[in-house]
């Protein structure tokens, strides 16, 4: 397995945007339906805009299963 390495700034935004304001609940809650994981899979699409911008196909190849966590 090759190591990769990922920019944290978009992870780091993204956690203290949520602490301080819980915005990604206020704005889906209740979007996702029973998908458990709807959250944080718009913070994966989120943290991709901040940092690469890759296509949505590339996002596994892009990033560590780590930072989707």
Request: proline share 6%; no cysteine; charged share 20%.
């Amino acid at each position: 397995m090759k190591n990769k390495t990922f920019p944290l700034g978009g992870i780091v935004i993204i956690d203290k945007v949520e602490k301080e304001f819980g915005l990604f609940p206020k704005i889906f809650d209740g979007i996702g339906g029973n998908m458990k994981d709807f959250i944080p899979l718009v913070k994966v699409h989120v943290n991709n805009r901040l940092t690469h911008s890759v296509a949505t196909h590339q996002i596994l190849k892009t990033y560590p299963i780590e930072a989707m966590n």
